[in-house]
């Protein structure tokens, strides 16, 4: 169980310290760790987390977090994993104010977010890539269409809340292609 | 109302209420840290969020932590972190264990199915906005190069993301001190503060 823990606090530990450029930027390096590399849950079970993540509040970081680590280690496993996202870079903000708050402006620091910005974009292509192929596979071409251009007109052009346009979309599932 | 209750009742508003991810609950620690309990003025405000952005990780909890513990010391950073996410950890692992309690039935199953594709559609503007930004403050022929090397290094040649990460930052760090002052950055931050400001 102390292994569990351990590579629970590295999951999350690791794209939460080189995840720069904002919340979402860490859903793929996440999505590595617990789907390609420990393989605690599928991409199925992902994509349902990503879903429900996106349709209640607060960061989706803490979210993933919280339900992955209590998936796989209980209330325990969901504290370790909770601690490993926010702690590190959180006590590095109190403990280092001083010296952050010289290089707040800097050119350094900004550039470093420009530089990861192109992985991340690429990562959640792969990402995307990966959660197209499953949805082609598990309901077809047509049914997977459908969805992806309704759920674009919904979110995109109608700017409806994302809560709404995943409730319609469970709904349509739980009745169309159960 | 004691300061600790405060701060409890603050970051829970924050954290219910802030549909869409971290920074777009920038918006609502400003209501609650500057305007309505006035623990910081609006210039702290500002820098506190431009020294949270020098760091990786969430925003939100790094914002709520740190304000916590400003006002609070350290019980007030524990208390104003949990009060921002606990909430909404608690409702999605009720919300999925009760959904993989079903797991057998196929309507389950089916649901599981439906909202697959939005969350295509979800990730596919995630990683539009990626190319955006970085287009915009990268340049197109940086963001495309920088983009092949890491299809390459992932794909290709099966490198973990974490080692591409640090080994930009790294190079990130020495260009930087060649090369002083890129301007769109300058830009960006200002425009940063002036949209944190209003």
């Known amino acids: 169980m102390i292994d ?14 080189i995840g720069y450029g904002g919340g979402p930027a860490i859903i793929p390096l996440i999505e590595i760790e617990v789907v390609s ?58 403990f280092l104010l001083a010296i952050l708050y ?22 959640m292509a792969i990402l995307t ?7 082609y596979a598990d309901s077809g071409a047509l049914h997977s269409a459908g969805l992806i251009i309704c759920a674009y007109l919904l979110l995109e052009r109608a700017k409806l809340h994302p809560a709404l346009v995943i409730g319609s979309a469970l709904a349509y599932g739980g009745v169309f292609l159960g | 109302m004691s300061r600790q209750w405060q701060i409890f009742a603050a970051f829970f508003r924050i954290g219910i209420f802030g549909f869409g991810g971290g920074p777009s609950m920038i918006p609502l620690f400003h209501a609650e840290v500057v305007k309505r309990y006035q623990w910081m003025p609006e210039q702290e405000f500002s820098d506190t ?11 939100a ?68 906005d990626f190319f955006d930004k970085s287009r915009s403050s990268f340049g197109i022929k940086g963001t495309l190069l920088i983009a092949s090397v890491t299809a390459i290094a992932l794909l290709g040649l099966g490198l973990h993301p974490a080692i591409i990460i640090v080994s930009l930052l ?26 944190v400001e209003k």
Not at chain 1, 64 to 90: Q, R
Not at chain 2, 49 to 59: C, F, H, K, R, S
Not at chain 2, 176 to 192: C, E, M, R
């Open chain 2, 170 to 195: 790294i190079i990130a760090l020495l260009r930087a001190d060649k090369s002083q002052g890129i301007q769109p950055l300058t830009a960006q931050s200002n425009s940063k503060k002036a949209s």
């Open chain 1, 4 to 17: 569990t823990y351990w590579q629970l606090f590295l999951a999350f530990f690791i794209p939460n310290v």
């Open chain 2, 61 to 128: 909890t790094k914002m709520a932590g740190y304000i916590g513990f400003r006002v609070g010391g350290t019980l007030g950073a524990i208390n104003a972190v949990i009060a921002n996410i606990v909430p909404s950890i608690i409702a999605m692992i009720l919300m999925l264990t009760l959904l993989s309690a079903y797991k057998d039935q196929s309507w389950v199953a089916g649901m599981g199915q439906g909202v697959l594709p939005v969350v295509v559609v979800m990730m596919a503007k995630l990683t539009w």
């Open chain 1, 129 to 135: 890539f990966k959660l197209l192929q499953n949805s």
């Open chain 1, 37 to 94: 590399h420990y393989q605690w849950l599928n991409l199925q079970e992902f994509s349902e987390i990503l879903a429900l993540g996106n349709s209640l509040p607060s960061p989706i970081a803490t979210k993933m977090a919280g339900h992955i680590g209590y998936m796989v280690g209980g209330i325990t496993g969901a504290v370790i994993a909770v601690f490993a996202t926010v702690a590190p870079s959180l006590l590095l903000m109190i």
């Open chain 1, 102 to 123: 010289r290089y707040k402006d800097s050119v350094k620091v900004k550039s470093m977010t420009l530089f990861v910005r192109p992985v991340i974009a690429v990562m």
């Open chain 2, 49 to 59: 969020l431009a020294i949270g952005n020098t760091l990786p990780g969430p925003i």
